[in-house]
């Protein structure tokens, strides 16, 4: 037999048995009614009839936006807006609608060749597919899902002008004309240190120290809401310092100050406006800002530098990035080891 019990005024609950397991269901109203209600639910439990309101179904969207939300504390802030505009542009106009337990490897790869036939580029693609990814691995630490669709799905290849690098005349012709061109030292100075465009914008004169041949990075510019702000390094590792050549030092030695940084007077100039004056400037070579800094870590490859102190130099958080990123560029040394096998075996 079931009974019916007061929880709050005007709020009753009901509690009943199916195959022995005891449930539980609130109701507003009179205790009268409750009661009614509770024996038409044991009138259809006893004739089979009884059923009880489906769960509510969960959507790609729900989780999206739920992911999202728990996100903005852990991320930068150029980061989340990164985020929440590839959620809002581009991910819920595609998934949001569908239940998450039918999102399949095969939807998304349909939307990401959609994306490509749009215009979108590869990179552009990947960018969207790390928060939806990270919103699925999220599902499955909840128990929404068993397994991440997004890890399953093919996904696009990387554009070939992102591993696009200079050759070593090339970057010495850029160094010689730097002065020519008004974004000429910001590329100058990424493909001589390996500094990221951000940390570029946000260098300060405090931070350069010409008798140590010496930056010390310390901080990142970025747009944010309409602005530029700054902030961190990417990560801790991205703290770092920066031995500077005698040709750098020239260079930073030849710019006139007009404020406390380097290259925006009293603020930090907007990195979208240097990205876009230095992409100019090295159209005629097809690398963009973010290829200077790997041509400068290809360049040291090619020179035999020691990996660890490549890394170091890139701020890399792991030496396994640094490889991935830039193995393809290292010199062979396969005929050498050829050649030491032979004569260890002749000896």
């Known amino acids: 037999m079931g009974s019916v019990r007061s929880r709050t005024p005007g709020s009753w609950q009901m509690l009943f048995y199916i195959d022995g397991k005891q449930q539980a269901k609130t109701v507003k109203g009179t205790k009268r009614e409750a009661e009614r209600m509770l024996r038409e639910i044991e009138r259809q439990i006893d004739q089979g009839e009884y059923r009880d309101k489906p769960k509510k179904v969960v959507t790609v969207g729900d989780v999206l936006r739920e992911w999202l939300s728990g996100v903005k504390e852990r991320r930068t802030i150029t980061t989340y807006e990164t985020y929440e505009r590839s959620v809002r542009n581009w991910l819920l106009p595609a998934f949001g609608e569908l239940p998450l337990s039918g999102l399949s490897p095969a939807a998304i790869e349909a939307a990401y060749r959609e994306w490509g036939e749009r215009g979108s580029s590869p990179q552009s693609i990947l960018n969207r597919h790390t928060p939806l990814s990270a919103t699925l691995k999220y599902a499955m630490k909840r128990g929404y899902v068993s397994c991440n669709a997004a890890s399953l799905a093919d996904l696009p290849s990387r554009d070939e002008k992102d591993k696009t690098v200079l050759d070593d005349d090339t970057i010495r012709r850029l160094v010689i004309d730097a002065h020519s061109n008004q974004y000429g030292p910001h590329a100058a100075l990424a493909v001589m240190t390996g ?33 530029v702000i700054l902030k961190a390094p990417k990560t801790r590792s991205s703290r770092r310092p920066i031995s500077l050549s ?102």
């Open 195 to 227: 500094m990221r465009l951000g940390e570029v914008c946000a260098l300060k004169w405090e931070d350069v120290d010409m008798e140590k041949r010496e930056i010390m990075v310390v901080r990142s510019a970025a747009r944010s809401a309409g602005r």
């Open 246 to 347: 005698v040709g750098t030092v020239g260079l930073l030695k030849g710019l006139p100050r007009r404020g406390e940084f380097v290259f925006g007077g009293d603020s930090p100039p907007n990195p979208a406006t240097v990205s876009a004056g230095v992409c100019d400037l090295c159209r005629r070579w097809g690398v963009t800002m973010h290829g200077l800094r790997h041509s400068h870590a290809s360049q040291l490859n090619r020179m035999g530098e020691n990996i660890k102190l490549v890394q170091e130099r890139m701020g890399h958080s792991s030496i396994k990035e640094t490889m991935d990123t830039y193995t393809h560029t290292l010199p062979s040394q396969q005929g050498g080891m050829a050649e030491r096998l032979d004569d260890k075996m002749r000896g």
